[in-house]
């Protein structure tokens, strides 16, 4: 049974800075493609980060290179990736998901952003820049 946790989130100031973590539990596997999704009010789904957990290879979104950073780690039976976020604006106020599949494909250069496939998904988190 595999299980997205998230946590952090919250509350900023335009320019200020926040961290999201997604722990994964029950992959038979370390290397799987981890994808951060938003949802603003009213928008559909846009893909903000993803890394291969297997190579470390991320991509970013337009909207996000050079603020957002998304990182790998391992603890024990625990494999955790963080999306940190600098320099908000208010347009990144939405619903962040992290989603992960264990297989290469979900991330290449044309299939990163895209949120269909994916069966594990975390419980989505808040994040609100004003």
């Known amino acids: 049974h595999v299980q997205l946790v998230e946590s952090g989130g919250g509350s900023a100031q335009p320019g200020e800075s926040l961290t999201l973590s997604c722990a994964v539990f029950g992959f038979t596997s370390d290397d799987y493609c981890m994808t951060w999704f938003r949802q603003a009010p009213g928008k559909g789904r846009e893909g903000v980060a993803a890394?291969?957990?297997?190579?470390?290879?991320?991509?970013?979104a337009d909207s996000v290179r050079g603020r957002f950073s998304i990182t790998t780690s391992q603890d024990n039976a625990k494999n955790t990736q963080t999306l940190r976020m600098n320099s908000l604006k208010p347009e990144d106020t939405a619903m962040y998901f992290c989603?992960?599949?264990?297989?290469?494909?979900?991330?290449?250069?044309?299939?990163?952003?895209?949120?269909?496939?994916?069966?594990?998904w975390g419980q989505g988190t808040q994040v609100t820049v004003s």
């Open positions: 989603a992960a599949q264990p297989y290469r494909a979900y991330c290449s250069d044309t299939s990163w952003n895209r949120d269909y496939g994916y069966a594990n």
């Open positions: 890394i291969w957990t297997g190579g470390r290879r991320r991509y970013y």
